[in-house]
């Protein structure tokens, strides 16, 4: 038996739904006006398109959707109207992370004995926001679309119009990046004390 959702009334969905959609959409663009500016623009279109809601999902997945296309218009947009910068010095040599294979050269370090405990404790998850917020805003927006949207590799390289290897390399520097800031800020006891 499928389950039908439907739709709460509208002028209960910033209530219901706001801080959730403005917290997701201000740590994919780091920029609050913008946020705000997404968010409202989704439940615009919510409300445009409330009759096409077919209930296969529930209003909050619906509208986090709606969100992602939002975000993923607004840095299609952004990244047609500006240039690609480069990666910040001292980010430039492969060869530092990287062996010729393509393998960690330090491989990452084990940060918990259960890696779903630690993923529960909220101390950890704001130490993952933090360093997020540390990283050079594209490689941020890629680990971001990566990893937190889903977003494949071809879609991201449409939004920010770089190439497939460029997007490899920014998300191996992102990751490598997020495994030292997490190691650094959880181990010297910003929550790491167990």
Known sequence: MTVKHTLTPAHTWVDTHGDY??????YRVRDEEIARDLVQET????????????GRSTEKTWMTSILKHKILDWLRKKYRESAMTELPAGQENM????DRKGHWKDGPTPWA???????????F?????????????????VLSLRTLDNESTDDICKVLDITPT?????????RALMRKCIQTRWTAGKGGQR
């Open 43 to 54: 439940f615009m279109a919510a409300l445009k398109s409330r009759k096409n809601f077919k």
């Open 125 to 141: 998850l704001i130490t993952v926001r933090q360093c997020l917020e540390t990283l050079p805003l594209k490689q941020a927006r």
């Open 113 to 123: 004995d259960n890696p779903e405990k630690l993923l529960e404790q909220k101390s």
């Open 166 to 174: 460029n997007c490899w390399v920014i998300l191996h520097r992102a």
């Open 21 to 26: 959609l403005y917290t997701m959409a201000l």
């Open 95 to 98: 060869e530092d992370w990287f």
